[in-house]
T-cell receptor
Framework: DVKVTQSSRYLVKRTGEKVFLECVQD?????MFWYRQDPGLGLRLIYF???????EKGDIPEGYSVSREKKERFSLILESASTNQTSMYLC?????????????FGSGTRLTVV | AQSVTQLGSHVSVSEGALVLLRCNYS??????LFWYVQYPNQGLQLLLK??????LVKGINGFEAEFKKSETSFHLTKPSAHMSDAAEYFC??????????FGDGTTLTVKP
């Protein structure tokens, strides 16, 4: 069964900590994405990547960075966690081929910053 | 630029009744359209997609959607609701095989 795996379902971190959220996909997908989901705000795109070592800012990149050293892995980094980054983080991947379109999502990481 | 509007943040139906979740989009090019479902504390799961070809698309769990270009709509339907259909549903549009823009979601409640 193909899938996207996020390393943690729940995380609690302290303000100011550097936080790594890991995402791995086994579908050989070219595209990978990081979203955050908050009640009433829907899904907001943080960063995305269409290829290894490539990254593009999404709609809300401030306070975040990403790394894609290998095709299957896309990491989200919170350089200095703040309470307003408490959220559900969703990783997704997709093929670059249109008829194969649609995201495959991971199960999400619920991050709490205290 | 692409955008998605889901009409109604909450929809409630009785078990066995028709489910209709509305989605309108805007896109400067022929779009790719998707519906996703999210159960509590889980990621989103692809229900169905329109990429090309037949405008009536069938998905998992008995759902289907029809792409109507003239109305810029992609409404999701199911003839008979089941209790297990209670979830949040998201419509999304993409102008290529890359990033999608999501609607704000519609929470479906199914009453016994």
């Amino acid at each position: 069964d193909v899938k996207v795996t996020q390393s943690s379902r729940y995380l609690v971190k302290r303000t100011g900590e550097k936080v790594f959220l890991e995402c791995v996909q086994d579908m050989d997908h070219e595209n990978m994405f990081w979203y955050r989901q908050d009640p009433g705000l829907g899904l907001r795109l943080i960063y995305f990547s269409y290829d290894v070592k490539m990254k593009e800012k999404g709609d809300i990149p401030e306070g975040y960075s990403v790394s894609r050293e290998k095709k299957e892995r896309f990491s989200l980094i919170l350089e200095s966690a703040s309470t307003n980054q408490t959220s559900m983080y969703l990783c997704a991947s997709s093929s670059e081929i249109p008829y194969r379109g649609g995201y495959t999502f991971g199960s999400g990481t619920r991050l709490t910053v205290v | 630029a692409q955008s998605v509007t889901q009409l109604g943040s909450h929809v409630s139906v009785s078990e066995g009744a028709l489910v209709l979740l509305r989605c309108n989009y805007s896109s400067s090019v022929p779009p790719y359209l998707f519906w996703y479902v999210q159960y509590p504390n889980q990621g989103l799961q692809l229900l169905l997609k329109y990429t090309t070809g037949a405008t009536l698309v069938k998905g998992i769990n008995g759902f289907e959607a029809e792409f109507k270009k003239s109305e810029t709509s992609f409404h999701l339907t199911k003839p008979s609701a089941h209790m297990s259909d209670a979830a949040e549903y998201f419509c999304a549009v993409s102008e290529d095989a890359g990033k999608s823009t999501f609607g704000d979601g519609t929470t479906l409640t199914v009453k016994p």
